[in-house]
């Protein structure tokens, strides 16, 4: 077992930067299209393709994570979500070096959703774990270092994809599975879990070992309570658990409409085709240079976003300022490609737009909604049915993620412009902005006990913001 000689706290901090380091490889491998996606489509590619094949590369993670979400739901339960998370690291290295050797695009899109199956589970797995493991005071923080992480591997793909061959990018994405399974396993597993399979003893050692104490009898007593309490009120947990629990299904509201919230805002074809985006807006700026300036500030931004503010501000307010900074930079963008649509001679003084835009809607984008459906969906669920709900939850990110993609490819083809598509995402922010403010409360500071008493009685002495 640890030693348990460290200052309070840091194996939590540790457990989720190291777990963390799963969703860089997600995030390499969802943004992969975006530097590349002009070389695919050109005469001189190693793996030809057409702008439709294009989007169908672009997705291919998207249909391997319903895989991936319905595996972790079955073994996070039995094997635990440590080694949920775990042993996908190495399938994940295996397809990077896959990806640098292929000249064929069925056998790069069966690569790409196979990585896509272990961003399922691990997605699945990652959350609930850091839920687990973290105290109420840095559980928004902890739970935000996943998307934070997320976008460090977009980063990463699209510099080195803007100055390497796919070879070699691929070579260079397969180190970060491997850093990911060095120093996630020697990482506590969660005492739920262990509460859960009833080995009290691991559990209180495990407690000890996060909390960087021995004192942890009164935090264990609860835990163990808190999921008695649950088990008692769901013998055999099912997937109808979700909707025929009046707590459960107000919890699943609640996600799904920061989700839906996160893909209106147009982010998900915006990572795939940052480059292509930038290609087709008219602007005579260095389209590599765009793209490394909006990939960095993002980072930069949810860097001071995750270690700063979630945990000052709260996540209600934060996804609301989110929400509202991206239907205005939306609405924008709509307005510039529909003036470079209709040839508007003013157009030639608005080439810094674009990128001046994307930037600003980056900012809004990245202090809320970029992180904070994951940060509600650690928390929200009971142990008793939190595997299934997340698995849930994965596979509902998914098919709104794929249907977002393929929706901005099929405008474009058929509109052969980009205000269409830019235009249909500010309405659908708009709704999803009126639905966040009448239903998503605050759970800023509470423990997962306390946002349970919540959803069960709708009220607790300690003051949340009532649904």
Not at 25 to 43: D, H, K, Q, V
Not at 52 to 73: D, K, N, Q, T, V
Not at 335 to 346: P, W
């Amino acid at each position: 077992m640890f030693r348990r000689t460290f200052s309070p706290s840091i194996f939590q901090y540790l457990a989720a930067i190291t777990g963390a380091f799963a969703a860089t490889s997600y995030g390499i491998n969802s943004s992969w299209t975006s530097p590349f996606s002009i070389y695919l489509t050109s005469t001189s590619s190693i793996i030809p393709m057409t702008s439709e094949s294009l989007s169908w590369c672009a997705i291919s993670p998207l249909m391997g994570c319903f895989i991936g979400a319905l595996i972790a739901a079955n073994i996070s339960d039995r094997i635990g979500r440590k080694s949920t998370i775990l042993i996908m690291a190495p399938v994940v290295f295996l397809c990077c070096i896959g990806i640098g050797y292929v000249r064929n695009i069925w056998y790069l899109v069966v690569l790409r959703m196979i990585i896509g199956v272990t961003d399922g589970a691990v997605f699945t797995a990652l959350p609930m774990y850091i839920g687990e493991i973290a105290e109420p005071r840095i559980r928004g923080f902890l739970s935000s270092l996943v998307c934070l992480f997320f976008i460090s591997g977009v980063l990463i793909i699209n510099t080195i994809g803007s100055f390497f061959t796919i070879h070699t990018c691929s070579m260079i994405s397969a180190c970060i599975p491997v850093l990911h399974f060095i120093g996630f396993c020697f990482m506590p597993e969660s005492p739920y879990y262990y509460i859960k399979a009833k080995q009290y003893k691991r559990a209180e050692e495990s407690l000890m070992v996060l909390r960087g104490t021995s004192n942890v009898s009164n935090e264990f007593q609860v835990m163990t309570e808190a999921v008695r309490l649950q088990e008692d009120m769901v013998e055999k947990p099912k997937i109808t658990d979700l909707f025929t629990i009046p707590s459960n299904r107000k919890a699943l509201s609640i996600f799904v409409i920061i989700c839906l919230a996160n893909r209106a805002s147009g982010k998900g074809p915006l990572m795939y085709f940052t480059r292509m985006i930038f290609a087709l807006s008219g602007s005579d700026l260095n389209v590599t240079m765009c793209t490394l300036v909006y990939c960095g500030v993002e980072l930069v931004i949810v860097m001071i976003a995750t270690y700063f503010i979630v945990d000052r501000f709260g996540k209600r307010f934060l996804t609301i300022t989110s929400s509202v900074g991206c239907i205005v930079t939306l609405s924008i963008l709509t307005s510039y490609f529909l003036l470079l649509h209709l040839q508007c001679s003013i157009i030639s003084h608005l080439n810094w737009l674009p990128l001046t835009t994307l930037l600003i809607y980056n900012v809004f984008f990245s202090i809320g909604i970029s992180f904070t459906h994951m940060c509600y969906l650690s928390e929200l669920f009971p142990t008793s049915v939190k595997a299934t709900a997340l698995s849930f939850a994965e596979i509902f990110t998914v098919v709104t993620g794929a249907i977002g993609t393929k929706f901005f490819q099929m405008t474009i083809d058929y509109s052969g412009t980009l205000w269409v598509p830019f235009c249909c995402f500010a309405t659908l922010s708009l709704i999803s902005l009126f639905a966040i403010i009448k239903f998503v409360p605050e759970t800023k500071g509470k423990s997962l006990e306390e946002i349970q008493l919540f959803l069960r009685e709708g009220n607790i002495k300690t003051k949340l913001i009532k649904l």
